[in-house]
């Protein structure tokens, strides 16, 4: 599976940007999706999973209730919609995937990563 993640910016505190992640590869829905971010001087974290039924939706508690995970099968896409930004979302995203049965919060259960994408949020 190759990943290609775009979609980021910079944007004002309060405002809303939609991620993407262009997958390829005939198996798409088999696999475990997620999106995790690395902020400068910090560890990768998770941000949300979604697993190969569009079930199984799992977020970290700091975006909980303002950020949404989805998933097209039929476009082989992975969307991430960020409303109501804070500057501490500020990151460069990634999307991740693996041929797992359930999320998993820990990167380094990710064999597939896709470049990354930067969103600033502006204070």
């Known amino acids: 599976v190759q990943l290609q993640a775009s979609g980021g910016g910079l944007v004002q505190a309060g405002g809303s940007l939609k991620l993407s992640c262009a997958a390829s590869g005939r198996t798409f829905s088999s696999y475990v999706m997620g999106w995790f971010r690395q902020a400068p001087g910090k560890e990768r974290e998770f941000v949300a999973g979604?697993?190969?039924?569009?079930?199984?939706?799992v977020y970290a508690d700091s975006v909980r209730g303002r950020f949404t995970i989805s998933r097209d099968g039929a476009k082989n896409t992975l969307y991430l919609q960020m409303n109501s930004l804070k500057p501490e979302d500020t990151a460069v995203y990634y999307c991740?995937?693996?041929?797992?049965?359930?999320?998993?919060?820990?990167?380094?259960?990710?064999?597939?990563w896709g470049q990354g994408t930067l969103v600033t949020v502006s204070s």
């Open positions: 991740a995937a693996d041929r797992a049965i359930r999320v998993f919060t820990f990167w380094a259960e990710y064999d597939y």
């Open positions: 979604i697993n190969w039924s569009g079930a199984g939706l």
